[in-house]
């Protein structure tokens, strides 16, 4: 991280000059089509990027945590995406105009390493999930998906790494270009081995050094 906490505090402090606004799990922040009321700062809760195929079903983009902005690319862009930004889970953010928070990054460099943390982030993110594809079969896709969401969202507990970000089958499947039953059936293969376990949406991760050994 190239941020100081005096650089991330000058971002939050930024941001708390907008709206605080609170969100219930489920609901949406931004709709498909509408232009965002502003950027985007997480407090507390998780926020999911994602948009509808051609087939009706949603594509799981990003899941965005604490201390992360969205949306990134119409922040400077102005440019229109038909993504989705809803609360996963109990959510406060901090909305600021898009005209104040340009302005701000255009004149105070202490806000420029903190964004190009997270937009850094962003773009690590986004090629894993590309390098994911490079895997031949669905669990090999699944498993490196795990690591990924693991090292983003992994807490360490007695029964192994929870990640701490709930994950539907659907959302799993669109991340590892598969069918939502291929994506169940391979959880369910790796839970039968002792290796994972699901229970409401948390996937832990029992046994890391057999997971590992299925793309290693």
């Known amino acids: ?9 000058a971002l939050l402090d930024l941001f708390k000059q907008g709206s605080r606004l609170e969100y219930r799990k489920g609901e949406l922040i931004i709709r ?7 950027v985007f700062y997480i407090e507390s809760g998780l926020v999911k990027a994602y ?3 051609r087939y009706g079903e949603e594509n799981l983009l990003i899941i965005r945590k604490p201390e992360e902005i969205f949306p990134i690319i119409w922040a400077i862009t102005e440019s229109k995406w038909h993504v989705m930004y809803e609360s996963l889970s109990p ?22 390493a903190p964004l190009l943390d997270i937009t850094l982030q962003m773009y690590r993110i986004q ?18 998906f795990l690591f990924i969401m693991s090292e983003r969202f992994g807490k360490q507990t007695k029964n192994g790494t929870v990640i701490e970000a709930p994950l539907r ?12 039953e291929t994506a169940s059936r ?12 699901v229970e409401k949406m948390l996937i832990t991760i029992v046994d890391e050094t057999k997971l590992r050994r299925i793309i290693e």
């Open 186 to 197: 391979e959880l369910s293969a790796l839970e039968k081995k002792n290796i994972l376990s």
């Open 51 to 53: 948009d509808i195929t």
């Open 169 to 180: 089958q659907q959302d799993i499947a669109s991340s590892i270009n598969t069918s939502r």
């Open 127 to 144: 090629s894993q999930r590309i390098l994911n594809l490079e895997y031949r079969t669905a669990r090999e896709r699944l498993v490196s």
């Open 1 to 9: 991280m190239l941020a100081s906490p005096e650089q991330q505090q």
């Open 91 to 112: 959510t406060v953010v901090y909305r600021l105009s898009r005209k104040k928070y340009v302005e701000a990054i255009m004149t105070r460099n202490e806000l420029l």
């Open 32 to 38: 498909e089509g509408d232009t965002p009321g502003g």
